[in-house]
Every structure is written in structure tokens, then in C-alpha cells.
């Protein structure tokens, strides 16, 4: 079992910045953030490989968001900036406890957060 703790959401202007956090409970093989915006499926945006650090982006943040970990590797960070309207959702983290693919869908993941609202004003 993982319990995963996400925070840092908000409601910023297009052009802004937000960082999310997402805090597993103990080790895990990868960390994923995933978004869905209202009446559309949920989207993969970026993974972490814990033990390495390799990370893997979608198309649509690469260049814009980051991720990181803390030292203790239990932490994920997603630094967002240059946000757009269409970044509007719901995030969540995810959690594998073996390897998953890059751009994984979310059916490879059993744990899952309860979502943080990150909205870009127009």
C-alpha cells in the first residue's frame, strides 16, 4: 500500500507558476502526475523514475514543467510555469511499485492521490 498526499494547487493568471507536491509514504519505483480536465479522460504529463531520476514529459508541458524529488525520494515536485488555460484540471500523482512505461496510461497505476485544482485564468 502507498498513500500519496498531493498540494500546491491554485488558481493563477496565464503566464504564472504554481509548484505541486506530491508526498508517497514510503519508496516507490515511479511517481507520475496525471491531469484531467472536466467531461475529458484523464492525461499522463510527467514521470519520474524514483531510484535513477530519469524523468519522461508530454508534448504538451515539455519545456515548461519540471519535476523533481526530494533527497529522501519519497517526494515528488511538479514546478509549472509559462501556464495556460488548457493546463486547467485536476491533478493527480500516481504511484508504481514496479516498472511502468514512459507515457504510461493510467490503467498502470493502482495508487493514486486525491487530486489537487490547479485553474489559469485567461
Known amino acids: 500500500q502507498v498513500g500519496l498526499v498531493e498540494s500546491g494547487g491554485g488558481t493563477v493568471q496565464a503566464g504564472g507558476s504554481l509548484r505541486l507536491s506530491c508526498a508517497a509514504s514510503?519508496?516507490?519505483?515511479?511517481l507520475d502526475w496525471f491531469r484531467q480536465a472536466p467531461g475529458k479522460e484523464r492525461e499522463w504529463v510527467a514521470q519520474?523514475?524514483?531510484?535513477?531520476?530519469?524523468?519522461h514529459y508530454a508534448d504538451s508541458v515539455k519545456g515548461r514543467f519540471t519535476i523533481t524529488q526530494d533527497n529522501a525520494k519519497k517526494t515528488l515536485y511538479l514546478r509549472m510555469n509559462n501556464l495556460r488555460p488548457e493546463d486547467t484540471a485536476m491533478y493527480y500523482c500516481a504511484a508504481a511499485m514496479e516498472w511502468v512505461p514512459p507515457e504510461p496510461s493510467p490503467a498502470h497505476f493502482i495508487y493514486w492521490g486525491q487530486g489537487t485544482q490547479v485553474t489559469v485564468s485567461s
Open positions: 514510503r519508496l516507490t519505483y515511479a
Open positions: 519520474m523514475y524514483m531510484a535513477g531520476g530519469a524523468t
